[in-house]
């Protein structure tokens, strides 16, 4: 079945990076997008990322603009994200999801989710 | 840029019908996606694409889309249907298409 599993969350100091980690199974990982969303703690859902299946394009929320970046690596099936210059305010549960619809698809829904990981940035 | 608007709350008995709105400027030209979260839980899909349910979904979930309202309708609810819900379009309105979540709606059956 589709799995989805992130890994790399934690406790780190504002100003410094954290680089996470989705590992894909169960589909073929690189005829579909990907998407990063978190989730502060008690908050709703906020999108980070998207990656086209084959890295040729990729988008980001305002707020992490110029200091996340996604990419994914199709031959080991994974997606990542690296955080640089984190702040408080980024301290979340982080979502892996794939693109919904069919293979090459964009702009559909998010189907399925990880099952997320939590990041806590603090001094 | 985009905004979606979801009441805070709703409150329904059981075996009634819970209706969840999601408002957004002319929303009815947009393909509006719905997820289901419990707590300590990773959201799920409900419905896409304004009205249509993935496998394993029960047929008493659905949605419709019109205007400036769409709307997802819970029928005959029941206490395992207690959630926030989400919904979710995608924004071309800039110089990139960006995603917007609404600011979910959590159901309460009494």
């Known amino acids: 079945q589709v799995q989805l599993v992130e890994s790399g969350g934690g406790v780190v100091q504002p100003g410094r990076s954290l680089r996470l980690s989705c590992a894909a199974s169960?589909?073929?990982?690189?005829?579909?997008?990907m998407h990063w969303v978190r989730q502060a703690p008690g908050k709703g859902l906020e999108w980070v990322a998207v990656?086209?299946?084959?890295?040729?394009?990729?988008y980001y929320a305002d707020s992490v603009k110029g200091r996340f970046t996604i990419s994914r690596d199709n031959s080991k099936n994974t997606l990542y994200l690296q955080m640089n210059s984190l702040r408080a305010e980024d301290t979340a549960v982080y979502y892996c999801a794939r693109e919904g619809g069919g293979p090459y698809e964009a702009e559909n829904w998010f189907d399925p989710w990880g099952q997320g990981t939590l990041v806590t940035v603090s001094s | 840029s985009y905004v979606l608007t979801q009441p805070p709350s709703v409150s329904v008995a059981p075996g009634q019908t819970a209706r969840i709105t999601c408002g957004g400027n002319n929303i009815g030209s947009k393909s509006v996606h719905w997820y289901q979260q419990k707590p300590g839980q990773a959201p799920v899909l409900v419905v896409y694409d304004d009205s249509d349910r993935p496998s394993g979904i029960p047929e008493r979930f659905s949605g419709s889309n019109s205007g400036n309202t769409a709307t997802l309708t819970i029928s005959r609810v029941e206490a395992g249907d207690e959630a926030d819900y989400y919904c979710q379009v995608w924004d071309s309105s800039s110089d990139h298409p960006d995603v917007v979540f609404g600011g979910g709606t959590k159901l309460t059956v009494l």
């Open positions: 990656i086209w299946y084959d890295g040729s394009n990729k």
């Open positions: 169960g589909f073929t990982f690189s005829s579909y997008g």
